[in-house]
């Protein structure tokens, strides 16, 4: 099991466009949360998938959405992006009739030009 | 809202040395509080749970809902600690998780 995967690595993108990043969870789990990590701060919740639907939000606005997949794949998507939005963009997957400890991927880059 | 506080961004000790990083937290309820431990090169991964009352890796935490603290603490530092530390919040089963803005650990041999 190669835990949570994340694609892509790094992404480069310009003020006004729009991203779309993806995220595979560990097997078994059908949880999938996403987290903002700007340059020395710690991880910000943007929100969690489960059973396809967003089931929790933090204080982001609507720009960003997601959608999860029939097999607990998920996306992110950051409309109409901003100088602000460049962080590292990480993917946590769980299992919360298992155990409520959530596996983090290794990470999406975003720059914003 | 809650919240949590990580005072120090650079802790440096030597090999040996007692290590301890600092958390606080605001919440009025019953949270549950972890560490999340990141090494170099590494992804994010959870260290240890109040709930568990575990040691791992020589670390231990305890929560203390008086001060609102949960403080991780080692006795003696060794060189594979140096990473960075991040305090975590979680309540009511939500499993949202509200991170401090973390604390870098460097021991130095």
């Known amino acids: 099991d190669a835990g949570v995967t994340q694609s892509p690595t790094h992404l480069i993108k310009t003020r006004g466009q729009q991203v779309t990043l993806r995220c595979s969870p560990k097997?078994?789990?059908?949880?999938v949360s996403w987290y903002q990590q700007a340059l020395g701060q710690g991880p910000q919740f943007i929100f969690q998938y489960y059973e396809e639907e967003e089931r929790q939000r933090g204080n982001f606005p609507d720009r960003f959405s997601g959608h999860q997949f029939p097999n607990y794949s998920s996306e992110l998507n950051v409309n109409a992006l901003l100088l602000g939005d460049s962080a590292l963009y990480l993917c946590a997957s769980s299992s919360p009739s298992v155990t409520d400890e959530q596996f983090f991927g290794p990470g999406t880059r975003l720059t914003v030009l | 809202a809650q919240r949590v506080t990580q005072p120090e961004k650079l802790l440096s000790v030597f090999k040996g040395a007692p290590v301890e990083l600092k958390c606080n937290y605001s919440y009025s309820g019953s949270p549950e509080l972890f560490w999340y431990v990141q090494y170099s090169r590494q992804r994010l991964q959870l260290l240890l749970r109040h709930i568990s009352r575990e040691s791992i890796k020589g670390f231990t935490a305890d929560l203390n809902k008086g001060e609102t603290s949960f403080h991780l603490k080692k006795p003696f530092a060794q060189e594979e600690d140096s990473a960075m530390y991040y305090c975590a919040l979680s309540w009511d089963n939500t499993d949202k998780l509200i991170f401090g803005t973390g604390t870098r650990l460097q021991v130095f041999p």
């Open positions: 097997s078994g789990h059908d949880t």
